[in-house]
């Protein structure tokens, strides 16, 4: 992934900085875009990563939020939307849209991001990808799942995980003999 980097509201410290990409090199990073601050839908979002944010962080990841609003309008959003009480994670301002270009979650007509989901492992490679429009919130537990499988077979050369793995589930161990048979390979 290109690196990129912008200002951000830290909610526990109360402070804008500076934060960019390659300060999470190490990590798992969860990059949460969303449409914008003193909307609808977003404050649930970011309501319910901030009750995974403790997961996801056992799990060795971090979480940035960015949405084209800047860093002052994040700051009073988070005071006044009684959702965001939780939320712990930084959240970055995108107002010229540099970075919600770089994930191509921009909106050209809008001047918004869309609600982009992405999944990047301790080497800033880009492992999962999901965009939806602004209607419809995220399942913010299917991108902790996400998360939990990509961790799982980075940590275990040569598994996958099938549909609807959950943490302690089966995987498979790819071989040719799985080929045509993956049933039978479940059932072990």
């Known amino acids: 992934m290109e690196e990129f980097e912008g200002e951000a509201y830290f909610p526990i410290e109360k402070e804008i ?3 960019n990409l390659g300060e999470y090199r190490g990590k798992w990073l969860v ?3 969303y449409p914008a601050d003193f909307t609808f839908v977003c404050p649930t979002e970011l309501a319910d990563l901030a009750k ?3 997961k996801i962080k056992e799990l060795g990841g971090e979480v940035l939020s960015i949405s084209t609003d800047t860093a002052y309008v994040h700051k009073a959003w988070l005071e006044t939307e009684p959702l965001l009480k939780d939320v712990r994670f930084p959240m970055l301002a995108d107002p ?3 970075v919600s270009r770089l994930f191509d979650v921009y909106d050209e007509g809008t001047g918004l991001a869309l609600r982009g989901a992405f999944i990047l492992d301790p080497e800033g490679v880009v492992r999962s990808v999901d965009i939806t ?3 419809v919130g995220r399942n913010i537990d299917e991108i ?3 998360l939990k499988a990509y961790k799982y077979v980075s940590d275990n050369p040569g598994a ?3 549909a609807h793995w959950e943490e302690g589930d089966l995987s498979l161990n790819i071989s040719l003999d799985m080929v045509g ?3 039978d390979f479940l059932k072990k």
Do not use: E, Q, S, W
């Open 160 to 162: 996958a995980c099938p």
């Open 31 to 33: 990059v949460l875009f």
């Open 144 to 146: 902790v799942r996400r």
């Open 133 to 135: 429009m602004y209607d």
């Open 17 to 19: 900085k500076r934060v």
């Open 96 to 98: 010229t849209g540099k």
């Open 52 to 54: 995974a944010y403790d």
């Open 181 to 183: 048979h993956v049933a």
